[in-house]
């Protein structure tokens, strides 16, 4: 079944808010790495996590990586309506098998 | 560069009629990944290589087959299409010595009526 699970599924804001989603493991990762998939497009990956604690930035974007590493996290401050699609976490499971979450969904309205 | 490249980009079959996805990749990768994608749904691993002739189970083999003779090609077989396998085929390759990203190909759209 699926290892790695990730909340909300879908996500509705308005344009300005912030935007938060949430993944989870039930094993210890190796790394975490997040992925965004826009409307008919193919995932494109933003950044790979590998230290428990680590927190990253990329202008709005802030990704934690928790201490068990089992669980990691992404925020987006002011969504844009850029912003929109589908965003993945993905664990290694071992050092070649990577397991992705369900993903969740964004829509913004401007 | 092409990066990763997947053909055909869309594809009906019949129930029990055969297929190969093709799969190339031109970054010298030696991973490499085979996911579907179901509408609304997250990528199920189908399976995996780390280089020429070894390949691996992912977590939805079943139906499926696949060979790495080469480091650039990775083609996906359906023996016997189903409904089931109606889905979007997204091959991807990574490097061993990168960040661990991996490059996705535009996907393959697959309907078995």
């Known amino acids: 079944g699926q290892q790695v699970m990730q909340i909300p599924q879908y996500q509705h804001v308005q344009e300005g808010e912030d935007f938060t989603t949430y993944c989870n493991s039930s094993?210890?990762?190796?790394?975490i790495q997040w992925y965004k998939q826009r409307p008919g497009g193919h995932p494109v990956f933003l950044i790979q996590l590998v230290k428990s604690g680590e927190v990253k930035k990329q202008k709005r974007l802030t990704f934690q990586f928790g201490e068990a590493k089992k669980n990691s996290s992404l925020h987006i401050t002011a969504t844009q309506t850029t912003d929109v699609g589908t965003y993945f976490c993905?664990?290694?499971?071992?050092?070649?098998?990577?397991?992705f979450g369900k993903g969740t969904k964004l829509t913004v309205n401007p | 560069n092409a990066g990763v490249t997947q053909t055909p980009k869309f594809r009906i079959l019949k129930i029990g009629q055969s297929m190969t996805l093709q799969c190339a990749q031109d970054m010298n990768h030696n991973y490499m990944y085979w996911y579907r994608q179901d509408p609304g749904m997250g990528l199920k691993l189908i399976y995996y290589s780390v280089g020429a002739g070894i390949t691996d189970k992912g977590e939805v083999p079943n139906g499926y087959n696949v060979s790495r003779s080469t480091t650039e090609d990775f083609p996906l077989r359906l023996e016997l299409a189903a409904p089931s396998q109606t889905s979007v085929y997204f091959c991807a390759s990574r490097s061993v010595t990168n960040t661990g990203e991996l490059f996705f190909g535009e996907g393959s759209r697959l309907t078995v009526l």
């Open positions: 993905a664990g290694h499971l071992g050092s070649e098998k990577l397991v």
């Open positions: 094993t210890t990762l190796s790394n």
